[in-house]
Structure formats: C-alpha cells, structure tokens
C-alpha cells in the first residue's frame, strides 16, 4: 500500500498551492483519508480529512475558510491552500485508516491512520 502526496513547493504569502493524494495497492473508498502537518519539534497536526464519500469534510480550527479538502474517488483526495502564511509552512502528510467503514467520522488523532504518504514540503515566505 502506498500513499504519494504530490504539490508542495514554494510560494509567497498569500499564494496558493494544491496538493493531492494518491493512494495505491487496497481501495479506501469506504474510509476517511486526511491531511496532517509538522515542522520540526512540534506533533503532527491535523489539518482536515474527508469522510468515504467526500460528502462530509472537516477542517481544524485554523483552516477553515483557506483550505478545501475535496475528494476526487475513493483513493484520492486534494487539499487546496489559499491565502497561505508563513506558519502554514510545514511537511504535509496525506492519510488514510481502516476504522469508519462508511461513517461521517473524521478522525483528528494521527494514532488512528494506519496509512501515511511520504509528505510534501511546503513553504510559505514572508
């Protein structure tokens, strides 16, 4: 099974970056998949994930009017970043876990994704 998270880069402050997901080797399209960030010293953080269908999304806190998770088929998923800051900058991790079976459950906890992509670089300058 492999999850390849493509679409980071370097962009200024107020930019925009689209990253995707592409997961291969099993289906997940009875799953959540979700983004998580990390800069270094600091936990992997939830940034928003995607229910089976697309049909429910959330976002954290922070995220919520810039960034849009959209879910393109059970085994890729997109993350578009509008009006990016420099503390956006991080890894980007894409995920995905075999518990929700068909719920609207999102989990936000990284310990429940068995499945992680490599992650993708993005960086924001001021």
């Known amino acids: 099974v492999q999850l390849q998270a493509s679409g980071g880069g370097w962009v200024q402050t107020g930019g925009s970056l689209r990253l995707s997901c592409a997961a291969s080797?099993?289906?997940?399209?009875?799953?959540?998949m979700a983004w998580f960030r990390q800069t270094p010293g600091k936990e992997r953080e939830f940034v928003g994930g995607?229910?089976?269908?697309?049909?429910?999304i959330n976002y954290a806190d922070p995220h919520w009017g810039r960034f849009t998770i959209s879910r393109e088929s059970g085994n890729l998923v997109h993350l578009q970043m509008n009006n990016l800051k420099p503390d956006d900058t991080a890894v980007y991790f894409c995920?995905?876990?075999?518990?929700?079976?068909?719920?609207?459950?999102?989990?936000?906890?990284?310990?429940?994704?068995?499945?992680w992509g490599q992650g993708t670089l993005v960086t924001v300058s001021s």
């Open positions: 995920a995905a876990e075999v518990h929700s079976d068909y719920s609207d459950y999102i989990p936000e906890n990284p310990s429940d994704y068995e499945y």
């Open positions: 080797g099993r289906s997940f399209r009875r799953y959540a």
């Open positions: 995607s229910n089976w269908s697309g049909g429910s």
